[in-house]
């Protein structure tokens, strides 16, 4: 296991040097003014353009402007932003927290939705249950995020008037900023409105959770209801029901077991997929995270937004499956072998 750890903590480390290099590029590949790239100020003067070519060592060879970049990087100065002309890193605190929250629920609402209903699907694959939760599989796979978005907040917003359509919270609740987290900070703030807020805040949550949900939800019902039947199909389990032991006990006792094993590294990669389409969601439900300040930056041509954007998302994605293939490692010796 030790060995299977150096091994991928390598590889992680590897792929990050890669996107740190690329992020490093991006500043001389955007159209403009390098040093305008670099530091997010808009106007310049003669004598400050002299201090940040010296402070961000353009007058040094690529290699160390690449290592004042990591070191900027490192100690946080991510330069300002176009748009706002605030700290990037300030703003990404800010915005990153409310993505998370909204992934976190979206892949916890497919798990507990999708694992179960998958194993229903292959416990009786030629039911009228069965093929129905597969019919309703392949219809969630191929629903476009957006226009699903749309559809229910002209029914659930507009035309029944249940849901909000936009925003995390009503702007009549003033909710201390604490860690991002809106549910968190609700249930640790002193207010005396702290139930109506998180009941308010939970109407904001359900619909661009159950949106970005869909999908992932989706491929959770597919993958557990192949994943049943492989396993279904294997020695052990039919020596199991040999030996007398009903479907259910041998589900319960030998399936589900080796079954959901693989489960873990869908966290991984459906927490990369959920990141992606979390920006759409964003947008559509204007819901104030980093996807969104994202796009919005790429409409702005926001370029030091862009590289600060693209190289925390990229960190966060290949740090969560680069995790969770550990996890899965761990569980499983036949990972670390192969």
Same mark, same amino acid.
């Given at each position: ?60 060879n690529?290699l160390?402007?690449? /290592? ?5 990087? +490192?100690?946080g100065?991510?330069? %300002? $932003? =176009?748009?706002?002309?605030? !700290? #990037? ?6 915005l /990153?927290?409310a993505?998370?929250?909204? +992934?976190?629920?979206?892949?916890? %609402? $497919? =798990?507990?939705?999708?694992? !179960? #209903?998958?194993?229903?699907a ?27 978005g749309l ?5 659930f917003s ?51 959770t ?53 489960v ?19 947008v ?50 036949l990972?670390?072998?192969?």
């Amino acid at each position: 296991m030790t060995r299977y750890l150096f091994r991928r903590l390598f590889l992680m480390m590897f792929v990050l040097l890669a996107l740190s290099l690329l992020a490093f590029s991006l500043g001389y590949m955007f159209p403009g003014d390098i040093v305008q790239n670099l530091s997010g100020l808009r106007q310049i003067d003669e004598n400050q353009r002299q201090q940040l070519v010296s402070y961000y060592q353009l007058d040094q060879n690529y290699l160390q402007q690449y /290592l004042a970049f990591l070191n900027r990087i +490192a100690h946080g100065d991510w330069g %300002l $932003s =176009f748009a706002s002309q605030q !700290p #990037l890193l300030q703003e990404i605190k800010l915005l /990153l927290p409310a993505t998370l929250e909204l +992934a976190a629920y979206a892949l916890l %609402l $497919s =798990f507990v939705i999708g694992i !179960p #209903l998958g194993i229903v699907a292959a416990f009786k694959p030629d039911s009228i249950i069965g093929k129905s939760i597969s019919a309703l599989a392949m219809i969630g796979y191929s629903l476009p995020i957006f226009w699903w978005g749309l559809l229910l907040i002209m029914f659930f917003s507009l035309a029944l008037g249940l849901l909000p359509s936009a925003g995390r919270i009503s702007v009549l609740y003033e909710i201390p900023h604490r860690s991002g987290f809106m549910l968190y900070d609700i249930w640790q703030a002193d207010i005396s409105y702290r139930t109506e807020a998180l009941h308010n805040a939970l109407q904001h949550l359900f619909l661009p959770t159950v949106v970005l949900a869909t999908f992932p939800t989706t491929v959770m019902i597919r993958f557990v209801r192949d994943a049943m039947l492989n396993v279904w199909e294997q020695n052990y389990i039919k020596t199991a029901r040999a030996k007398g032991l009903n479907r259910g006990q041998v589900l319960y006792r030998h399936g589900l077991r080796n079954a959901l094993l693989p489960v873990i590294r869908q966290i991984g990669l459906q927490f990369s997929t959920l990141i992606t389409l979390a920006m759409l969601t964003e947008v559509i439900f204007s819901w104030p995270g980093i996807g969104r300040w994202l796009i919005d930056s790429i409409y702005q041509r926001n370029y030091p937004a862009i590289q600060a954007g693209l190289l925390v998302i990229s960190t966060m994605v290949i740090t969560i499956n680069m995790l969770t293939e550990i996890l899965h490692a761990f569980f499983n010796p036949l990972a670390r072998r192969g």
